[in-house]
């Protein structure tokens, strides 16, 4: 099989079956959407979604967030990973959205990264799920199935790699959809310790790299 064939096997599956998919964080804005996916780093959006009510009624936007303190902030997010320099980041990431963009998160990907605790992947699931650009946002989930799938080469040890190649291959309409599909089988069956294979569609095409 080539790599042409594989990818379109496995684009064909999820167009067919998961043909509306988005991100399991529960958000009311862009700046919402920002923090919870900010939180979610090494966390699960299940916990995610635990804190971020309480977080929100309280600081609903950036303004709000902007004036609060890093150890205020911590109390609501306390129960998730790295809680001190999450809220650090949140803490700061506000004050930076108020002085620098007026309170609004910016489309521009140089923008995003630019604020703090915004990494490239955050600000990749920024430009697919909220502004709707091709964006692959390149996660755990996503940096272990694509390797597993035979969708990379070994070679493409970083996620910046493993996007630039799953890029290069799946076709632009497709890409933010194609972030959550990964993610998604990757959280769900292609785990990490234990991969259901039994459950996968593509057990008879899978390369088996574990």
Known sequence: MT????????LDYFREH????????????AFQLL????????????RINQVTPALFA??????????AEPEEVFEYVRSVSYPNSKAKHL??????????????????????????GVGRKTANVMQAVWFGRAA?????????????????????????KVEQELMRHIP?????????????????????RKPHCEKCPFDAICPKII
């Not at 309280?58 to 004036?67: E, N, V």
């Open 172 to 192: 632009a309409d497709d890409v933010p959809n194609a972030h959550h599909w990964l993610l998604l089988h990757g959280r769900y069956v292609c785990t990490s």
């Open 58 to 67: 309280r600081y609903p936007d950036a303004r709000t967030m902007a004036q």
């Open 35 to 46: 923090c919870a996916t900010l939180l979610s780093a090494q966390c699960t959006d299940k």
């Open 18 to 29: 998961q043909p509306v998919v988005t991100t399991e964080l529960e958000f009311g804005s």
């Open 136 to 160: 692959m946002a390149v996660d755990t989930h996503v940096f272990r199935v694509s390797h597993r799938l035979g969708l990379v080469p070994q070679r493409a040890n970083t996620p910046l």
């Open 91 to 116: 803490v700061e990431m506000s004050r930076m959205l108020v002085s620098d963009f007026d309170g609004e998160v910016p489309s521009d990907m140089d923008e995003l990264v630019r604020l703090p």
């Open 3 to 10: 790599k042409k064939e594989r990818y379109q096997r496995i």
